[in-house]
């Protein structure tokens, strides 16, 4: 069952039409499906069923709180990246023996909220910060539990700003000096080892190289248990991909098919940090046609949706799809979609076809759920977007439009002005 999808030549989000939602709420807006996020979560709970796991969704794709308390209800675990994450997490009752922490820098106020929460493990990726955690946790008069987060050195096979595994980047400890750097942990008293970590990058669309880092990492794991170093918890992090355009990204039933029988000998439990692959594919962002025109050899489609509302066009060159929210046999142009920012690079797609559409038309940006409210900014002094949650035949407000009073909100004029 797709929860996309036209319904008398119109475009549906579960059993609400996309239109209804946009003339009552307004655009730039996004738009969630209830459905399938709790799709998406199973089909991971259903693969990995056969071990012990733990699914801890990564909240830089998405942090709505209402999309958390979703998912929390659901039994889901949290991936965070920073003191706001782990309080969103928190907030939204995730349990804490469920959050991992990652991130290569997390400040001392962060460390010490994270240890008074009890989570269940920071993903350290430098000694630097394990020294650091060590004195923290010292102070504190705890103990800290840790996984390391090992750089396996595999090359993900997918964009450079979203690969993190190989030697080059800046992510975790480099396998050949894990050995060492576990040594180091176990001589720091407030430091527990509980855990291996492990993520090598985003929008990967094969099994292999998941394979290829963790008989790297397990090798790592033996080798560990040799030296009287135990390890309880392996994180194998996140990065299954989506289908944006004709990609065909493996299932979290493939993953599992794939690495379960790895793991066989170990008596491991398994975490797993998926972003994308549960909620990209679950929201859309729904924008209005402002103008046309054309200039020089070029059609623009000037919509009311920019760079800050979505930037992954922008920055990565990503593809997403981009459809009237009507459908219409009519005659298709080749058009750029851009958006009203003063910069040339502010674009949701480039050259491409789409039917003639006219002012005033509603158009939908799929797959969009992941990394695109979260990326979003106030750039051009443009209020942030709507976002809408709907299962089956109601809908929600989850964030409210901000308004321009909210884009002035903390800020101060001094005396002396
Ligand atoms: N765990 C760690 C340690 C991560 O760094 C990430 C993503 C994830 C989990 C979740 O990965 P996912 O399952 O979503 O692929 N802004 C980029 C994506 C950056 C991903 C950063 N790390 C984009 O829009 O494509």
Known sequence: MHYFQYKNSELYVEEIPVRHLAKKIGTPLYIYSYNTLVRHYKAYEKAFEAIPHIICFALKANSNSAI???LSNQGCGADVVSGGELFKALNCGI????IVYAGVGKTEEEIKFALKSKILMFNVESENELIEIDRIAGKMKTQAPIALRINPDIDPKTHPYISTGLKKHKFGIPIEKALDSYKLATQLKNIKIVGVHKHIGSQITEVAPYVDALKRILLLVDNLIKQDILIRYLDIGGGLGITYKEETPPLPSNLAKGILPLLSKHNLTLVLEPGRSIVGNAGILITKVLYLKESGEKNFIIVDAGMNDLIRPSIY???HEIIPIKEKAEDTIVAD??????ESGDFLAKDRQIRKV??????AVMSAGAYGFTMSSNYNSRPKAAEVLVKDDKFAVIRKRESYKDLIKGEIIPDFL
Do not use: F, M, T
């Not at 349990?95 to 469920?98: E, I, R, W």
């Not at 979609?337 to 003063?342: D, K, L, N, Q, R």
């Open 317 to 319: 060159g990503a593809y």
């Open 337 to 342: 979609i851009v958006g009203p920012i003063c």
């Open 358 to 363: 006219k002012q005033g038309e509603y158009l």
């Open 68 to 70: 958390l308390k979703l």
């Open 95 to 98: 349990p804490s023996d469920k």
